[in-house]
Each structure stands twice: as structure tokens, then as C-alpha cells.
């Protein structure tokens, strides 16, 4: 017998597709409607013009027919099929075919080496964009680990910012569920309560006092103050002469809510030693209102307890029961201390929370701002993110995007500087400078609800590092103007400079101060942009003038002159060096004339309302 029921003779059955069924003699499936009964021979249906057949199974649906077809392109009389000879700008062979359109991203694999020394394989059109992708496993100013990766964090000098859960404790004894930052004000619902009522808003909003008259009274003492102002009355450590329903004494206090333990029948529960004085005789009990284990402490014990300061760090926030640690809230005996707390914990709230006014001048700042960004699209994503955070009071928000704002508009005077170097000696230069400030941008772009002290101060060391790689350039192309020699000792500081430029370490301490001596040494010799003479020249000529701050001024063409005496203008002439009108009449120097700050450092004309103070040197003094 054949395994699918009938005999071992062949079928023969013609399927609807028109092949024979070559299955086994099958009487459980006669009809041929079973799944087992598909087709599964080639298909060979006539696809096309061209007689091609199909390549599928019959059983599956025909597509297009995708034969290629050999092709003579008559510009060149080659066949489409042959692959392009070209060789594409990256060195690679074109993978297009001859006659198509030469390759525009070239898709061979090659071995990237960043400048952090990892290497990676990589498509040869992403060279100039991919990022190192090896975990970058720094550690932040914060103490958590970096989770960014290598080339995300600029190889250690710029940060992503900080994906740790924070899990401090906020001063509301909540734990913070944000980001690790600076902490945003509690969302969670408030536990504030007292004997009349609960508070209803959130934890980081500010509470509503409760004017209710205060109920802690007993027969000796009764407070006269409002529940939420100390209480006037002093603890009263008389015994409660209540009974309890096993019928001995009660343990607690006059006045105070009495515990459920008994010192008869509860007695290995009330002796047990906690603050050492629990199995005296005439031991008296406080209960914790607030805890759910309804937690009884020796009164001298606990009162001691509360009078303490939190920790030595002096943070403010309510005592714990030293048991179950839950908040001690609603213990009507130490109202006074819970009261002071919650009014400190309050005033922390308020420098917290943000206000309209505070909100206001953040936004007119962020809008000034936005006045000096040259990107549309960038400010477009900006001032939609700052009418948000507005709309939410979300303070930290709107001072994140205030240092955003001003860290863009920084970086667009950057673009113009580096645009000013010229040659094509220095295109590779600006190429890689405006790679670093695209992937700056991006950085600084990324939407985040505060920037963090790690990440302004990274950004403000990147900012630091691209401002002297330009000045050290902007020298090495005033000296080849100048045709100045550099000896081989300066040399050897400009290449030490540039190689620490172009590392990975951060750029402070030791690494700033290599890069700041090459050049101090260079300004030293080479003529700046600004006055045409050396560093040493400059001082040189301020010596032998023996002039006070303020006597250096500059005509329309930016050469420099002085003016003795009293140091106002009182006459005009013509400069020296381009015949333009310098000078002026009356102790009014021309309109079209400047103060030569950089000349000897003075911020007004000696001759001037300002002068006498302004220009004086205070350094002296000491």
C-alpha cells in the first residue's frame, strides 16, 4: 500500500495548470482541492515578446520578466551588459554598466582608521560622514559611564548627554524619574497631609497651607496656632490614663493617639531595644500616624531622634521612621518640626518652580538671540520649541534653548572666519572644519529638555579648539604672505600644535597650554591682521611713545596714529599711509575714525566722559 491511501501506480491526474499530477494513487484527494496537491513543477509560461519563460514554481504568481537583454548602445557600439571602465574620483572602478550613469556613491567596502585610532569597514562614499561606532565608555562629570559611542561623542570631547535613570531623591523624598540632569520638579501626586485634609496638587507644585485651627490638645496643654504655623504649646510627657481593650494600662501619652500594644500582653513586641530604654518599667510609647505598620517608638528615644539634623550634608527633607522609613507626615506630636520642614521644603520649591516673569525674560532673551542664527530652518525648529516649552512653564527647557541658540549663532561667525581663509592649500583645512561644525550643529540641535554643566562646558572646549586651529592658520598663511622663515624650532611647535588639535584629548589644561605657546611664539614674529605689525613691534612702539591708554586711534583704512598731550582731537590731517582725513576738531575725533583698542588696550578715548576711571589700570594697584 502507498502512504497516501491507494496504490503505488502513478496518478495521472491533469491539473488546472495543465501538468500532470505525478503524486501516488491518493482516493483522500481525488479532486485535487488539498494543499499537497499544488503544482510545484517550473511554470514556463511565455513572459514577453522575447519567448522568455517564467523561472517560478507553477503554483506561485508570475512577475515581470526580468531576463537581461544584450544591448548595443549606438554612441559607443558597446553592449549594455559589459561593466564601465571608468575609474570614479575615490580611485575605485565605476560599478555602473557602459553606457548608464557613472556611479555617484561608490559602494565597495574599504577600512576607515578614525582619528581615536579604531578602524572599521565602511562604504567607501560614507568615508567622510560614517562616525567611529565603538562605545565610547567615558566617564561624565555626573559619575555614570557615557553610553554614547565613539564618533557620537567626538572621541571623548563632546558628550552625548547622560542616558542613566537619575534615581536621585528629590526634596520631596521622591525618587526622580528623569534623565541623569538636573532634576525637574516632581510630577507625582503630593503626600502632604495633616489631620483636616490632603493636598491636591503635584508634588513639585507649591502647597496651599492649611488655615484649619490646630487640634493637638490635652488636658495640661492646647495650641492656639493654625495646623500649619509651629505650635504654641509645649510636648506633654504625662502618662495616657486610658485603658485598653485587654484592660491594662495604655503605654502612649496624654493627648497622643494611643499605640495597640500592650506592655503585659505585647511584651517581647514593647521591650524590644531600639533607642535603649524600651523595657524600663514606666517606658512611654509615641505611635507613628504615618506608618502603615503603625510603628511605636520609646518616646525620649524619638523625640531625641527628630530634634537631629537629617544627615550631615544638611539636605532639607522630612524624617523617616527609623523602621519602615516611610515619611513622618501626620504624627501630631511633632507638628512644629514637620511644619518647619515643609515650609523650608517650600522655599526650595519656589527657586525651583518657574515664574512668568523668569519665563518671559528667557524668551525675549531666546528671541534676541535668534537675530544673530543665519540658518532659517534651524531658527524655524527653535522658536517652535521654545513657544512649547513656554506653554508647559518648562524652565529648564527654555534655558536649554537659550544656550542653544547662543552656541548656533557662535558657530555661524565661526563659518565666516574659516570662510576667509583662502588658498587652496587650506581647502582640506576648511573642509574638515566645517565637517566638525555640521556635526556641532547637529549635536547642539538635538532636542533635550536642559543641557547639563558637561555639556556646555564640552561645547565651549570644542568652540576654544576651533578658534586657535584658525588662528594658528590664519598665521601660517600671514607668514607665506609675508614670506617670513620659520626656524626649525618653530616648526616643530606648529606641527606638536597641530597634531594636538586634531587629537582626541580635550582641549584644557596642558593640551590648551602646548597649542597657547606655539601661538604666543608665532605672534611674537609674524605681523597681525589688525595692525599690520608683530606683538613685540606693538610693544615697542607703546614703550617709546610714553603715552597714556587712550592716545591710539585708527583712520578709515585701519592705520594707526596717536594724538599727544591731552590725547582730544584738535586738529585734522591726512594719514600717511593712504592720505585719508584723520584726526578732528573741538576734542571730537572724525566720525569715520576709531579708538585703536588693540593698540594698548583702552576701552575710551583718554580724551572722554569716561576716561578717567575706564582707562586707568586698576592692576596697578596691586
Known amino acids: 500500500m502507498d502512504p497516501e491511501g491507494g496504490c503505488n501506480i502513478r496518478c495521472r491526474y491533469r491539473l488546472d495548470c495543465g501538468h500532470v499530477c505525478e503524486r501516488f494513487c491518493h482516493p483522500l484527494d481525488q479532486d485535487h482541492k488539498k494543499e499537497s496537491s499544488r503544482c510545484r513543477k517550473r511554470c514556463n509560461r511565455i513572459l514577453c515578446v522575447n519567448r522568455h519563460k517564467c523561472p517560478l514554481r507553477c503554483e506561485q504568481k508570475c512577475e515581470p520578466c526580468k531576463e537581461e537583454m544584450e544591448k548595443i548602445i549606438p554612441r559607443c557600439g558597446h553592449v549594455q551588459r559589459e561593466a564601465c571602465q571608468s575609474i570614479l574620483s575615490c580611485g575605485h572602478k565605476c560599478q555602473s554598466r557602459c553606457g548608464m550613469a557613472h556611479t555617484q556613491d561608490c559602494g565597495l567596502t574599504v577600512e576607515k582608521i578614525w582619528p581615536c585610532g579604531h578602524k572599521g569597514n565602511i562604504k567607501c562614499h560614507q568615508k567622510d560622514k560614517a562616525i567611529c561606532s565603538v562605545a565610547c565608555d567615558g566617564i561624565l562629570s555626573c559619575s555614570h559611564r557615557c553610553r554614547g559611542t565613539c564618533g557620537q561623542c567626538f572621541y571623548g570631547r563632546l558628550h552625548v548627554p547622560c542616558r542613566n535613570e537619575c534615581k536621585r531623591t528629590l526634596v520631596c523624598g521622591h525618587e526622580c524619574q528623569d534623565r541623569c540632569s538636573q532634576c525637574p520638579p516632581c510630577t507625582r501626586p503630593c503626600q502632604n497631609q495633616c489631620q483636616h485634609s490632603d493636598c491636591p496638587r503635584r508634588c513639585g507644585e507649591l502647597c496651599t497651607p492649611c488655615r484649619e485651627p490646630c ?16 505650635c504654641d504649646r509645649p510636648l506633654c510627657d504625662k502618662p495616657c490614663r486610658k485603658r485598653l481593650a485587654c484592660g491594662h494600662s495604655c503605654i502612649g501619652l496624654c493627648g497622643e493617639p494611643c499605640p495597640a500594644d500592650c506592655r503585659v500582653c505585647d511584651k517581647q513586641k514593647v521591650t524590644e531595644i531600639f533607642f535603649g530604654d524600651e523595657d524600663e518599667e514606666d517606658a512611654r510609647f509615641v505611635l507613628l500616624q504615618d506608618c502603615r505598620m503603625r510603628c511605636i517608638f520609646e518616646v525620649n528615644g524619638m523625640d531625641t531622634y527628630m530634634k537631629t539634623k537629617v544627615d550631615e550634608k544638611g539636605e532639607i527633607k522630612l524624617k523617616d521612621c527609623p523602621k519602615c522609613r516611610t515619611p513622618i507626615r501626620r504624627t501630631i506630636r511633632y507638628r512644629s518640626t514637620i511644619n518647619q520642614t515643609l515650609t523650608d521644603i517650600e522655599q526650595v520649591k ?104 558637561q555639556e556646555t562646558g564640552d561645547a565651549k572646549l570644542e568652540f576654544d579648539r576651533l578658534r586657535a586651529q584658525l588662528k594658528l592658520l590664519m598665521f601660517q598663511m600671514r607668514a607665506n604672505e609675508k614670506r617670513i622663515q620659520l626656524d626649525n624650532t618653530l616648526k616643530a611647535k606648529i606641527r606638536d600644535a597641530e597634531t594636538t588639535l586634531n587629537g582626541t584629548c580635550k582641549f584644557k589644561g596642558d593640551v590648551k597650554a602646548k597649542v597657547e605657546d606655539c601661538l604666543r611664539a608665532l605672534q611674537n614674529i609674524i605681523p597681525t591682521t589688525e595692525l599690520g605689525i608683530s606683538e613685540e613691534e606693538r610693544i615697542m612702539i607703546v614703550n617709546a ?41 573741538n576734542h571730537r575725533l572724525r566720525a569715520d575714525n576709531v579708538l585703536a583698542t588693540e593698540m594698548d588696550g583702552a576701552v575710551h578715548a583718554a580724551w572722554s566722559e569716561q576716561a578717567n576711571m575706564a582707562n586707568y589700570g586698576f592692576e596697578a594697584i596691586f
Not at 487640634?215 to 509651629?230: D, G
Not at 536649554?400 to 581663509?421: T, V
Not at 583645512?429 to 565637517?435: D, I, P, V, Y
Open 545 to 585: 611713545m610714553e603715552l597714556q591708554k587712550g592716545h591710539w586711534f585708527k583712520c578709515p583704512n585701519g592705520h594707526v596714529y596717536a594724538i599727544d598731550q591731552c590725547g582730544g582731537a584738535t586738529m585734522e590731517s591726512r594719514c600717511p599711509d593712504c592720505e585719508s582725513w584723520i584726526g578732528g576738531a
Open 350 to 453: 519656589s527657586h525651583v518652580i518657574a515664574n512668568k516673569t523668569r519665563l518671559r525674560k528667557l524668551r525675549k532673551d531666546i528671541r534676541q538671540t535668534f537675530g544673530e542664527i543665519e540658518d532659517e530652518q534651524n531658527k524655524l525648529i527653535l522658536r517652535r520649541r521654545m513657544e512649547k516649552a513656554y506653554d508647559e512653564q518648562a524652565e529648564n527647557a527654555l534655558t536649554a534653548l537659550l544656550n542653544q541658540s547662543r552656541f548656533l549663532s557662535q558657530i555661524d561667525k565661526h563659518k565666516s572666519e574659516w570662510s576667509n581663509l583662502k588658498g587652496l592649500s587650506y581647502r582640506g583645512e576648511r573642509k574638515k572644519a566645517f565637517l566638525l561644525i555640521g556635526r556641532m550643529v547637529d549635536w547642539i540641535m538635538s532636542e533635550r529638555s536642559l543641557m547639563t554643566a
Open 215 to 230: 487640634i493637638w490638645s490635652c488636658e495640661h496643654y492646647k495650641c492656639t496656632n493654625i495646623c500649619s504655623e509651629p
